[in-house]
């Protein structure tokens, strides 16, 4: 039987360099395949977040101006990192038919124009700014449903890496929403957050000069002073939304740096309402409410009241009612509650559940046609709830 040579000391030692070898390159080669992917991971986030942000920009600033009053400006304030514009964005009322969303359960406070007595400064204005000038009015007794939404970058002042900005939506008087974060301002890009465009003679889109930075709008839409630079944003057509994206390499602590660009159209600038229907809506008769009887499981107001004199006769042009409602200590109706459809009926009612015992309302009714313009609103008394 032969004997079997076994392996020498050189050649175990010759194989486990092997070995170590190959491991080590097998453990390099996964170690920058690890670095590459989360590099490229952190860089499509990053990309991500920007296009998030500027996608939520253009949703909302399409629709800048869209069911405004009359006296209410479209764009109140353009600015490098800010600006703010008045739109129906949001209602509560599901047969609003200015408004571009209907939402039941929307804050009420920020489903309808903000109140003169909400006056807030307009984000990263300097010399301070503040806004409304007034509580804006569709018709008479109607508050304006168009919400004052803003935009506008912060620093981070929760990192420490430089020149990290954060992005805010604020609507109304609400707390501002934080919309991105790691937006990045760097100093080799010269091109602004945001640049705004006006149309020239031939109706090509040409930037406005950077040092004509901030406007603002915040005077009364029409008012005596409501001209030269002060009404200057009323002649934007277009906004450029320019976003840095930065995703941190912390080997070499340098940014990696992709931009996100959106040409935004303002779809509603020199729009007018135009009164295809004719003469605004005429009123309803004084409608007459009356509360749910003492110890009802279910408490309600029931509000009845006739048809305008345009719903079967007249312009008949009526589509809906719009119904409203107040604390008796109100002065202003704000969102309608609900409304329903006419119908060239002889009378109309509501039974309104969503009430509390003991409190006292008021309830008015709004004609709305089909433009749609709205008819001053017709108040009841004044109704205690019966416990």
């Given at each position: 039987m032969r004997n079997r040579r076994g392996f020498t000391l050189i050649e175990l030692t010759i194989s486990m360099l092997l070995l170590l070898f190959i491991a080590g390159a097998a453990v390099q080669f996964l170690r920058r395949q690890t670095n590459l992917v989360t590099k490229e991971t952190s860089r499509m986030d990053a990309m991500q977040n920007a296009q998030f942000a500027a996608s939520q920009i253009d949703r909302d600033l399409r629709e800048a101006g869209a069911g405004v009053a009359d006296n209410q400006p479209m764009l109140v304030q353009i600015d490098s990192q800010a600006f703010t514009f008045n739109a129906n964005l949001v209602s509560i009322d599901s047969g609003d038919v200015r408004a571009i969303y209907q939402l039941a359960d929307a804050d009420t406070n920020g489903s309808r124009s903000m109140l003169q007595s909400e006056r807030r400064p307009l984000p990263n204005s300097s010399p301070v700014k503040n806004y409304p000038d007034t509580t804006y009015f569709a018709a008479s007794g109607v508050q304006s449903g168009a919400e004052t939404i803003s935009y506008f970058l912060r620093p981070d002042s929760t990192t420490t890496l430089p020149n990290r900005y954060l992005l805010f939506r604020r609507d109304n008087a609400l707390a501002p929403v934080l919309v991105a974060r790691d937006l990045v301002r760097d100093a080799r890009d010269t091109t602004p957050m945001f640049t705004y465009y006006k149309a020239d003679t031939l109706n090509r889109l040409v930037p406005l000069a950077k040092n004509l930075f901030p406007l603002y709008h915040v005077m009364i839409h029409g008012a005596s002073n409501d001209t030269g630079k002060n009404a200057l944003t009323d002649s934007i057509r277009a906004v450029r939304i320019h976003l840095l994206a930065a995703s941190r390499d912390f080997r070499t602590g340098q940014d990696a740096l992709r931009?996100?660009?959106?040409?935004?159209?303002?779809?509603?600038?020199?729009?007018?309402?135009?009164?295809?229907?004719?003469?605004?809506?005429?009123?309803?008769?004084?409608?007459?409410?009356?509360?749910?009887?003492?110890?009802?499981?279910?408490?309600?107001?029931?509000?009845?009241?006739?048809?305008?004199?345009?719903?079967?006769?007249?312009?008949?042009?009526?589509?809906?009612?719009?119904?409203?409602?107040?604390?008796?200590?109100?002065?202003?109706?704000?969102?309608?509650?609900?409304?329903?459809?006419?119908?060239?009926?002889?009378?109309?009612?509501?039974?309104?559940?969503?009430?509390?015992?003991?409190?006292?309302?008021?309830?008015?009714?709004?004609?709305?046609?089909?433009t749609p313009l709205l008819s001053g609103v017709t108040s009841s008394l004044a109704v205690t709830v019966l416990p």
């Open positions: 931009s996100v660009d959106v040409l935004v159209r303002v779809m509603n600038a020199g729009l007018l309402e135009y009164k295809t229907c004719g003469m605004p809506p005429l009123t309803t008769p004084i409608p007459t409410v009356v509360s749910s009887a003492a110890g009802a499981l279910t408490k309600s107001v029931t509000i009845t009241w006739g048809p305008s004199g345009d719903d079967g006769g007249g312009e008949k042009d009526i589509e809906r009612y719009a119904i409203f409602r107040m604390l008796s200590t109100q002065t202003a109706f704000g969102d309608p509650i609900s409304s329903i459809p006419a119908g060239a009926k002889a009378s109309y009612s509501f039974v309104d559940t969503d009430v509390i015992a003991g409190n006292t309302y008021v309830y008015g009714i709004a004609a709305e046609d089909c």
